[in-house]
């Protein structure tokens, strides 16, 4: 196989795993239309990763917070594994930590690949 082949299979395999973390990623992630910034901080968090359209607060400014979405996330998430054993997320969020990795090493193979095909000899 030459070297331009075994690239582009890497860069495939890249674009699979990447792709598997997204979709397990939309798995953990909860769409709200609104936050609002004067309630208790975790209030809001259903999911893992929760994203929120607009951002209210107790400011009486009303250009103070942008239209830009917003993320909140469980105090418990980029902990490997969830600690909470009882969370409804427990296995979507342990599958995106291993499709995470899956993308993290697929990553590494393809930087390594093209760190020796430059490699003088």
């Known amino acids: 196989m030459s070297k331009?082949?075994?690239?582009?299979?890497?860069?495939?395999d890249v674009r699979?795993?990447?792709?598997?973390m997204h979709a397990a990623r939309?798995?953990?992630t909860s769409y709200k239309k609104e936050c609002f910034l004067g309630k208790p901080e975790y209030s809001d968090i259903v999911a893992c990763?929760?994203?929120?359209?607009?951002?209210y607060g107790i400011?009486?400014?009303?250009?103070?917070?942008?239209?830009?979405?917003?993320?909140?996330?469980?105090?418990?998430f980029d902990s490997e594994p969830c600690m909470d054993r009882?969370?409804?997320?427990?296995?979507?969020?342990l599958d995106y930590i291993v499709a995470r990795e899956r993308y993290d090493v697929a990553v590494a193979r393809r930087r390594e690949f093209a760190k020796n095909l430059f490699k003088s000899k």
């Open 86 to 93: 009882k969370c409804p997320m427990f296995p979507e969020n």
């Open 49 to 55: 990763i929760n994203e929120f359209e607009r951002v």
């Open 59 to 76: 400011c009486m400014n009303p250009n103070a917070y942008e239209d830009t979405e917003f993320t909140r996330f469980c105090p418990l």
């Open 26 to 28: 939309v798995k953990i």
């Open 4 to 12: 331009f082949k075994e690239y582009r299979n890497l860069s495939k």
């Open 16 to 20: 699979e795993k990447r792709n598997a």
